[in-house]
């Protein structure tokens, strides 16, 4: 995949194309407003990443969903795609039909997602997963651990050095020689 298709795929999952999006404005009005078995489960999820979501991650309501995000105060570049946005890590949110968590570290690291892929399996829960999206429909569905552990994995330094990596690969992050002018 191409960095513009990268982008692209980020763009429209961050923005919901066929997601269930709240127009809550906090965390405690997003839970509020679901079901109680959802709103437990989303629970569950979110004091996990809490509990292990390196320094220098904020936490906020982002693209209509509970979401992890690097600061404009730590990354003032923002979101390649929307730099008013803040730097996405995770997402965190109750669908129609499941619950999903969005791993973005998943996307920039392919021996992260190895990691991943093997912790859930040795776990013997059943991985339901997209690029970035895990689902699941019940607590019990979701090795709670793996997720901890894949959020605890990327520092904000590293995150945003691999971010950059994907998103400019080093030959176009040098400076471009001068064009020259034919006369």
Known sequence: MTNDELAEFLDQHLRGADMVQSSATSVRAYLASLPAD?????AAVRDTILANLPK???EGMGYGMIGYHVP???????Y???PAQPLPYAGLAAQKNYVAV????????PGHLTWFRKAWAESGKRLDMGKVCVRFRTL???PLEVIGESIRRFPVKTYIERYE???????????KPARRTSR
């Open 80 to 82: 390649h795609c929307d």
């Open 102 to 109: 969005y791993l973005m570290g998943l996307y920039n690291d």
């Open 165 to 175: 990596a994907v998103i400019r690969p080093p030959a176009k992050r040098a400076k």
């Open 140 to 142: 019990d569905d979701v």
């Open 56 to 58: 220098g991650f904020e």
């Open 38 to 42: 959802r709103r437990a489960t989303v």
């Open 72 to 78: 404009h105060t730590v990354y003032p570049a923002g």
